[in-house]
């Protein structure tokens, strides 16, 4: 099974409205950490928001949020009023926090493409 | 440094060629990660590096492949005998490790091309 699912290979949406990115996740471990990453046409990746497994808010940064729903393990990123620049590949990430030596790899997901319309 | 530093950012060799690509990472961060993009594709991981632990080399797709981080803080991805399917830009990040965000950083990343 795929560890983290976007469905969304392209999204458009008009400037200064909101959009959802979807994101889905798979992981038995009870511990782990969820990212959201922008990579403009320039290629550099871009940290945009985390939300940790324990987390009880969803998290938020300027126009980014995490909308976390634990029991259907999806953590969907909404960035509102969109902007011209926000047009750019979005990947969702996952850390699974394994006891054993500190081992922390990350998954990313395969990405969606975000344009925004003037 | 101020942010993750790669080196170099654009190689173009002849198949049969070996490259070696540098990664210094953040300043005090024990854990870094190398990943390979593939051309409108996502990240594929390739080896993790964390701390004095041995690394997890299980993203690397062939013994042509291979990396090492000297002291702790630069590390430098090799690949001996390239080949055009290797042609991609190859992905630093480095973080502090341990729980918590963990955030990692990554570098502009090298742009390789094997003719």
């Known amino acids: 099974a795929q560890k983290i699912t976007q469905t969304q290979p392209g999204m458009f949406v008009q400037e200064k409205e909101a959009v959802t990115l979807d994101c889905t996740y798979d992981t038995s471990d009870p511990s782990y950490g969820l990212f959201w990453y922008k990579q403009p046409s320039s290629g550099e990746m871009i940290f945009l928001i985390y939300q940790g497994s324990y987390d009880q808010q969803n998290a938020t940064e300027g126009r980014y949020s995490l909308n976390f729903q634990k029991a259907r393990k999806s953590a969907n990123l909404v960035i509102s009023a969109s902007q011209l620049g926000d047009s750019a590949m979005y990947f969702c990430?996952?850390?699974?926090?394994?006891?054993?030596?500190?081992?922390?790899?990350?998954?990313f997901g395969i990405g969606t493409k975000l344009q925004v319309i003037p | 440094g101020a942010g993750v530093s790669q080196s170099p950012s654009n190689k173009v060799t002849e198949k049969g060629k070996d490259v070696e690509l540098r990664c210094d990472p953040i300043?005090?961060?024990?854990?870094l990660y190398w990943y390979r993009q593939s051309l409108g594709q996502g990240l594929e991981f390739l080896i993790y590096f964390q701390g004095n632990s041995a690394p997890d080399k299980s993203g690397l797709p062939s013994d042509r492949f291979s990396a090492e981080r000297t002291g702790g803080s630069v590390s430098t991805l090799t690949i001996q005998r390239t080949q055009q399917e290797d042609s991609a830009v190859y992905l630093c990040a480095s973080s502090s490790g341990g729980t918590g965000k963990n955030i990692q950083y990554f570098g502009a990343g090298t742009r390789l091309s094997v003719l």
């Open positions: 990430a996952m850390r699974e926090d394994r006891n054993s030596g500190g081992y922390q790899k990350v998954t």
């Open positions: 300043s005090g961060h024990t854990a």
